[in-house]
T-cell receptor, first 114, second 113 residues
Framework: AQTVTQSQPEMSVQEAETVTLSCTYD???????LFWYKQPPSRQMILVIR??????QNATENRFSVNFQKAAKSFSLKISDSQLGDAAMYFC???????????FGQGTRLTINP | GAVVSQHPSRVICKSGTSVKIECRSL??????MFWYRQFPKQSLMLMAT?????????EQGVEKDKFLINHASLTLSTLTVTSAHPEDSSFYIC?????????FGQGTRLTVV
C-alpha cells in the first residue's frame, strides 16, 4: 500500500522569505499523481499544486513550486515570498491508480511570522 | 476550479439520532465521490468511496451500517451517520474529482451530545 510521510509537524518562516515543506512517499506504481493541499483555519481543503509522475519538469503555480525527485520518492513544496495568508496546514497527497484514492500525509502546520 | 458544496457546515445532534450530510458537485458531474473523516490536528482519513448508482466501497474498519452512503445522482452523494454517539463527533469532508484534480467540500463539523 502507498504511504505518504511528512516529517515536519510544524514549520515557521518570516514573511517574504522562502520555506520548503518536505514530503516522501512509498509506492510500487510507475505512474501516479502527487498533490499539495492547503487547509486554512476554515478547514476548507484547497489544491495548491499537482505533479504528474511521468513529467520530469517540476510543477509551478505562481509562488508555489515543487521539487519532484521520482527516484528518491520525494516531493517537496517551496513557497516563495511567504505571505500571511499562506499560514495553514499543508498536506501532501498521493493519488493511487485503479481505485483512484488520495492518500494523505500527516500534515505540516506552517506559521508565517510578520 | 470545480466547486463541491457540502451541507450542513455544522450540526449538533442528540445521541441515538441520525444525521444526513450532503455533498454536491455544482458545475460538473461526479460518478465517484469520497468521504473523509478528520480528527482534530490530524490528517484526513478516507472512510468510503461513493459510486453513482451502485454500492459504496468502505475502507477497512469503517462500519457500513453506521455510515450509510447514497449516491443517487451524478451530482449528489449523502452520508448518513446512524444512531450517532459522542465518539462519532468529528469533521467530515467530501471530495469529488474533475479533470484529474480532487476538489473538496467545506466540511461538516458534527457534534453528538
Amino acid at each position: 500500500a502507498q504511504t505518504v510521510t511528512q516529517s515536519q509537524p510544524e514549520m515557521s518562516v518570516q514573511e517574504a522569505e522562502t520555506v520548503t515543506l518536505s514530503c516522501t512517499y512509498d509506492t510500487s506504481e510507475s505512474d501516479y499523481y502527487l498533490f499539495w493541499y492547503k487547509q486554512p483555519p476554515s478547514r476548507q481543503m484547497i489544491l495548491v499544486i499537482r505533479q504528474e509522475a511521468y513529467k520530469q519538469q517540476n510543477a509551478t503555480e505562481n509562488r508555489f513550486s515543487v521539487n519532484f525527485q521520482k527516484a528518491a520518492k520525494s516531493f517537496s513544496l517551496k513557497i516563495s515570498d511567504s505571505q500571511l495568508g499562506d499560514a495553514a496546514m499543508y498536506f501532501c497527497a498521493y493519488l493511487t491508480q485503479g481505485a483512484q484514492k488520495l492518500v494523505f500525509g500527516q500534515g505540516t502546520r506552517l506559521t508565517i511570522n510578520p | 476550479g470545480a466547486v463541491v458544496s457540502q451541507h450542513p457546515s455544522r450540526v449538533i445532534c442528540k445521541s441515538g439520532t441520525s444525521v444526513k450530510i450532503e455533498c454536491r458537485s455544482l458545475d460538473f458531474q461526479a460518478t465517484t465521490m469520497f468521504w473523509y473523516r478528520q480528527f482534530p490536528k490530524q490528517s484526513l482519513m478516507l472512510m468510503a468511496t461513493s459510486n453513482e448508482g451502485s454500492k459504496a466501497t468502505y475502507e477497512q474498519g469503517v462500519e457500513k451500517d453506521k455510515f450509510l452512503i447514497n449516491h443517487a445522482s451524478l451530482t449528489l452523494s449523502t452520508l448518513t451517520v446512524t444512531s450517532a454517539h459522542p465518539e462519532d463527533s468529528s469533521f467530515y469532508i467530501c471530495s469529488a474529482r474533475d479533470q484529474g484534480k480532487a476538489f473538496f467540500g467545506q466540511g461538516t463539523r458534527l457534534t453528538v451530545v
